[in-house]
């Protein structure tokens, strides 16, 4: 018979391997349904996660945009990784993107056509906003209601894609796009947008801003009280209190800083790779980031190097879905299997698996 026991703490080996078991138990899984779709799934494994990177044919193209979609995954996911460590769930990210990209684009049109060198950050101080503002009202309902903000943030995404299809439809469509859906392309508009910073790396400012936000947040984490406070709160939320941390200031500040980089990556998305404010402009980054966050183990370099492989299958499931056939709705599942398989192999981390009456442990 099987049975788990509780370790006394958690193992520092489980806490390091699950990651890597959780891709490879993926791959895995990945590979039998694609078999199931028809499809070689050797092949697909290798055009997911080999050709982007090293077939001469896609490389040209595919590099680039590994940082163009890990950008906006790692500064999501590490503002989430705050709060998640402190026990505090943003599960609508989504929403606070949406609103950032709305409330910044919604600065530099109302300002079009002045061109200054001051718009853009005026803009991005708007994303942030847009973001704060959208999770604050979770933040506020938990700490003042005793609401659960894991149903209110995740509720408000619908709100969030409601706002986004009527500004596209409506105050932000472009007067010069012939009715069509969508604002003015921001990209296209020298005070407006994200552009790359070096040729053909993919490169712009909201990786820069990841990377600066990856820095600061280990810093917090490992050298500022208030990163103490966080890991105290998460792992012992009675001897938090008793230290003097108070819970509803954490809720209040956690989500504002998850919101915040949300709306920032919103931002940088809608005045770089999107471009412009329509109706399909989210695309999921805000849940795949959930995915990210704990991938990266809830560490900021962990989840830098976890954005990169999410995006890496972004770009290789984009590429087997043109090569191979692959619907997109199985890309979907087989990083959906990345989250699963993680959680499930993360129980050997705070539990042994025991074979009957023997003592031994896996």
Request: a positive charge; charged letters at 10%; aromatic letters at 10%.
């Amino acid at each position: 018979m099987l049975r788990l026991e509780k370790r006394p703490s958690p193992s520092r080996f489980w806490q390091a391997a699950t990651p890597i078991l959780a891709v490879i138990l993926t791959m895995i899984a990945g590979g039998i349904m694609f078999a199931l779709l028809g499809k070689n799934p050797v092949e697909a494994i290798r055009t997911i996660f080999w050709d982007p990177l090293f077939d001469p044919q896609y490389a040209a193209y595919s590099r680039p945009q590994l940082l163009v979609k890990a950008g906006p995954l790692i500064l999501i996911a590490t503002g989430l990784s705050l709060g998640f460590r402190a026990g505090i769930w943003n599960i609508g990210a989504e929403g606070q993107y949406i609103m950032g990209a709305v409330f910044g684009a919604g600065v530099g049109l109302a300002l079009y056509p002045v061109e200054t060198r001051w718009i853009f950050p005026l803009m991005i101080l708007a994303g942030i906003f847009g973001g704060w503002l959208w999770a604050m009202i979770p933040a506020i309902l938990k700490t003042r209601f005793r609401t659960n903000e894991i149903l209110v943030s995740l509720l408000l995404v619908y709100v969030a894609q409601y706002i986004l299809a009527a500004m596209a439809l409506g105050p932000m469509r472009n007067p010069e796009g012939g009715g069509f859906p969508g604002s003015r392309n921001l990209s296209q508009i020298p005070s407006m947008a994200n552009p790359e910073l070096i040729a053909g790396t993919g490169l712009h400012w909201g990786v820069v801003a990841a990377i600066g936000v990856v820095i600061a947040a280990y810093v917090l984490l490992q050298r500022h009280i208030l990163g103490f406070q966080i890991k105290l709160a998460g792992q012992a939320p009675r001897a938090a209190r008793f230290a003097g941390v108070s819970p509803e200031r954490l809720v209040i500040l956690c989500m504002g800083i998850s919101g915040g980089l949300a709306g920032a990556a919103g931002l940088f998305e809608v005045t770089g790779p999107a471009g412009q404010i329509s109706i399909d402009f989210n695309t999921g980054y805000g849940f795949t980031a959930i995915i990210v966050a704990f991938l990266g183990r809830l560490n900021p370099l962990g989840i830098l190097l976890a954005g990169l492989l999410m995006a890496l299958t972004y770009i290789g499931g984009e590429l087997a879905s043109f090569i191979l056939g692959l619907p997109s709705a199985a890309i979907q599942a087989f990083q959906g299997m990345l989250l699963f398989f993680l959680l499930a192999v993360d129980l050997l981390t705070n539990f042994r698996i025991r074979f009957g009456s023997k003592k031994e442990a896996i």
